[in-house]
């Protein structure tokens, strides 16, 4: 008999607990993420009604994923007031005992979900990019997850834009002004377009000319990543990068900004299973983490 | 007592044969890259010599160093005259006999090097980065050199330039133009500068202004590496590449870039020894080799 898995995703705005298999979600409950107390005791008691042998948790970043750091398991540096230096994986444990947990970011729990249960099955290499409020990164190498010194922050990479673009728009972010992130995630839509993304109507002439933009951002942040990671296939998803009207956009031209250098059949004839939506929506992290809690429990 | 093993690391002008153990070369022989045929003769001539229990080979690229591939040892689309869609892997064995063979880029295998007795000891992530006539990038993630897609191409990025910088010089990379290798490398270098890099002298109002692009560039390429992958060191080589005048240049200015966004001691106070030239010098490939060797031999 199978053992039942659980699984929990720290979201900045929600924190959404599962029970299940590996590649099932069979129950899943969703609140608001509060302070770290508010959270810890929820999922205490999620899992109290719930019993499983492992759990899997992913986090909004910064965070700790290195299992020989002191602070393993930890939010860090984030900004999210009362979540600084937070030991998450250490209140669990002490509110449900001594089971088997794996700890990474939200990112890199969803890139394994794809892998083993979606838009990767068969491969041994994929990146998973979220583009919403924020642009999120995770890696998979080799069918491992890629940690390092910290975790990928593939949102932050500066890419080219024309002076006049710069001119134009500076870019939201705090850190480094018109990173990826700063131009090409949900707050800087709002702020350049004067709409949230998803308001801006079809028949609107901004609409194309946001998407055309925000497609030219996204295909030179793809072709860094092709670069550096030559990853067998990309997931975008989130709330702006999972979008049809992007990703139609982003493959011919992540196409041409490699100019056939990169020589795959997988980029020079199959863009479009290269650059996919989530096959499992908005259940990626969620089957991650039960996925990473099914490894925590064989290690 | 060790088994003696063997290496090859095939360079677009010359090729390098090495025997030794793990981290140490005992006996190296030089020769040009003549035709495919004239080469792999050479190595099987040096190797009849020098009996080997394995060998490890470093190829440049574009070659194929995914072992389930048909095409798995080949130098694939190369412009190099002669050497398209070569079986390098296939030629060496039908001239040694069934030893075990590892076959990687010769920039994983210098990364390969590092990791396991130069600049990456203790370490289980690594970028080596060379910078000469082109640029190349290998990686290491937990442990395990980068492959995917194809290979990573890191020197091929696209990377934040003024619209001035863009009409002064457009690179010269016939794919990208600009790229990081069509305005960093060395042809680069000789053709905006009017001279080699290493020609121009330390009191040529030129030579500053050099590094101090160069090292603009090198900036933003490492710390897009940085968001992607998140190695624990870079080590940055090549004839370009490993110059003090440039490492000194681009560590303040990687600091700079990342503004503080990546939260590491590392990079926050540890910069001189996160970006630093090659802990074994000219002989990263060779070692490497010798160290994928050592691995084909026990896997």
Redesign the interface.
């Known amino acids: 008999m199978d053992e039942r898995l659980g699984g929990i995703e720290f979201g900045g705005t929600k924190t959404v607990c599962v029970v299940g298999g590996r590649g099932v979600v069979e129950h899943e409950e969703r609140f608001p993420t509060g302070s770290p107390e508010q959270v810890m005791d929820a999922c205490a008691a999620f899992f109290a009604a719930h019993e499983v042998a492992a759990i899997g948790l992913g986090a909004f970043g ?1 965070c700790d994923p290195d299992p020989d750091s002191p602070t393993h398991g930890w939010i ?2 984030t900004p999210k007031p009362g979540w600084r230096d937070v030991d998450l994986l250490g209140g669990l444990r002490a509110r449900l005992g001594d089971l088997p947990m794996g700890f990474d970011t939200d990112v890199n729990v969803a890139a394994l979900g794809e892998l083993a249960h979606g838009a990767g099955v068969g491969l ?2 994929l990146v998973y990019l979220t583009i919403g409020t924020g642009v999120g ?1 995770g ?1 998979i ?2 069918g ?21 673009e710069r001119t134009t728009f500076p870019g939201v972010c705090p ?2 002004g018109d990173c990826f992130e700063g131009v090409g995630a949900g707050p800087a839509l709002a702020a350049r377009w004067g709409d949230p993304a998803q308001d801006i109507g079809a028949d609107d002439p901004r609409y194309a000319a946001m998407w055309d933009l925000e497609a030219d951002y996204l295909a ?1 942040t793809l ?10 296939r990309i997931v975008v998803g989130g709330g702006v990068g999972a979008q049809r009207v992007l990703l139609e956009r982003v493959r011919p031209r992540l196409q041409a ?8 059949p ?2 020079l004839e199959g863009i479009d299973t290269y650059v996919v939506p989530p096959a499992l929506g908005a259940q990626s992290g969620g089957i991650g983490a039960l996925e990473l809690a099914g490894l925590a429990l064989t290690r």
Chains 1, 2 share one sequence.
């Open positions: 910064p860090t540096t041994s290499s990164g890696g190498v080799d491992r997850l890629v940690h390092g010194l910290v975790h990928p922050e593939m949102g932050h990479m500066r890419i080219p834009r024309s002076d006049a850190f480094h030179v072709h860094a990543i092709v670069c550096v990671l030559s990853p067998q900004s490699l100019a056939g250098y990169i020589v795959s997988a980029i």
